[in-house]
């Protein structure tokens, strides 16, 4: 796995009331400093990506809907750089995925619902500068086959 990407799995309680689940703890020590939370709809079929980040880390949680997420390292002193992850999360996989600064990330839609994210931020989102740097989703570098194979 990329250095400093950390995968948590959700637990679900149940009853007959439904489910309650925790998403991110501060005593977890995930993010190192919380900074915004955001929720976002994608419909299927999309691809979103990639972008990156100078500044932040970023914690994804998919709520609904299934999503293919790749992860690209571009960090120099890594001593992961230009490994490629890629993991499979949504209803049929809840978990929490934190993504370390300087690792370029994108995700594509899977199945014929939309998918809804919720994410959070280790610093808000500033529109004057965003911390926002972006490559093709086709990028020559990153080389990834968004098609599904039928195995």
């Known amino acids: 796995m990329i250095d400093g990407v950390h995968v948590k799995q959700i637990n679900k309680y149940c009853d007959d009331r439904g489910f309650f689940a925790e998403l991110v703890r501060d005593d977890e020590n995930i993010l190192t400093h919380f900074g915004q939370a955001s929720w976002s709809m994608s419909y299927p079929g999309v691809i979103k990506a990639f972008h990156y980040h100078e500044e932040q880390d970023d914690l ?18 890594s001593p992961t750089k230009g490994q490629t992850d890629v993991f499979y999360m949504g209803d049929n996989n809840p978990v ?18 939309t998918l809804t ?15 926002e740097k972006r490559i ?3 990028d020559p570098v990153i080389d990834f086959n968004w098609e599904t194979e039928f195995r």
């Open 60 to 77: 994804w949680f998919f709520p609904s809907g299934n999503a293919q997420v790749v992860l690209y390292d571009l960090r120099e002193d």
């Open 96 to 113: 929490t995925l934190l993504i370390p600064k300087g690792v370029a990330h994108g995700y594509r839609v899977l199945g014929e619902k």
């Open 117 to 131: 994210i919720i994410y959070f931020t280790t610093k808000s989102y500033n529109r004057e500068q965003p911390d």
């Open 136 to 138: 093709p989703w086709n």
